[in-house]
């Protein structure tokens, strides 16, 4: 079992940043593929971004060059970094882990998510 605790989450405006963290326990973490999905209201889930154990990185097409995805294995967390934010970008952001080694893997565990609105 994994447990994943998302934080960082917030208000801010249009054209501003956020950094989520998301701490996982219970696994070897170094091993894991971690990523970052987002709900937004009335929607699907979707794919924002992942990253496997070697640091190898995927990202939604709508999101590139936007955000950055990282991760810090002394500390166990994964980070998602998400600048020039946009009202579009307003979701509740779930972080997600799978022990297969790729971007695209489907996501065994998952946090409870942190809400982000980005105002107008």
């Not at 990523?35 to 709508?62: C, H, L, M």
């Not at 080694?101 to 982000?116: E, K």
Request: aromatic share 10%; with cysteine; net charge positive.
């Amino acid at each position: 079992q994994v447990q994943l605790v998302e934080s960082g989450g917030g208000l801010v405006q249009a054209g501003g940043s956020l950094r989520l963290s998301c701490t996982a326990s219970g696994r070897t973490f170094s091993t894991l593929t971690m990523g970052w999905f987002r709900q937004a209201p009335g929607k699907e889930r979707d794919f924002v971004a992942a990253i496997i154990y070697n640091k190898n990185t995927g990202y939604a097409n709508s999101v590139k060059d936007r955000f950055t995805i990282s991760r810090d294995n002394a500390k166990n967390t994964v980070y998602l970094q998400m600048n020039s934010l946009k009202p579009e970008d307003t979701a509740i952001y779930y972080c997600a882990a799978s022990p297969r080694p790729d971007v695209t893997a489907r996501m065994d565990y998952w946090g409870q998510g942190t809400q982000v609105t980005v105002s107008s």
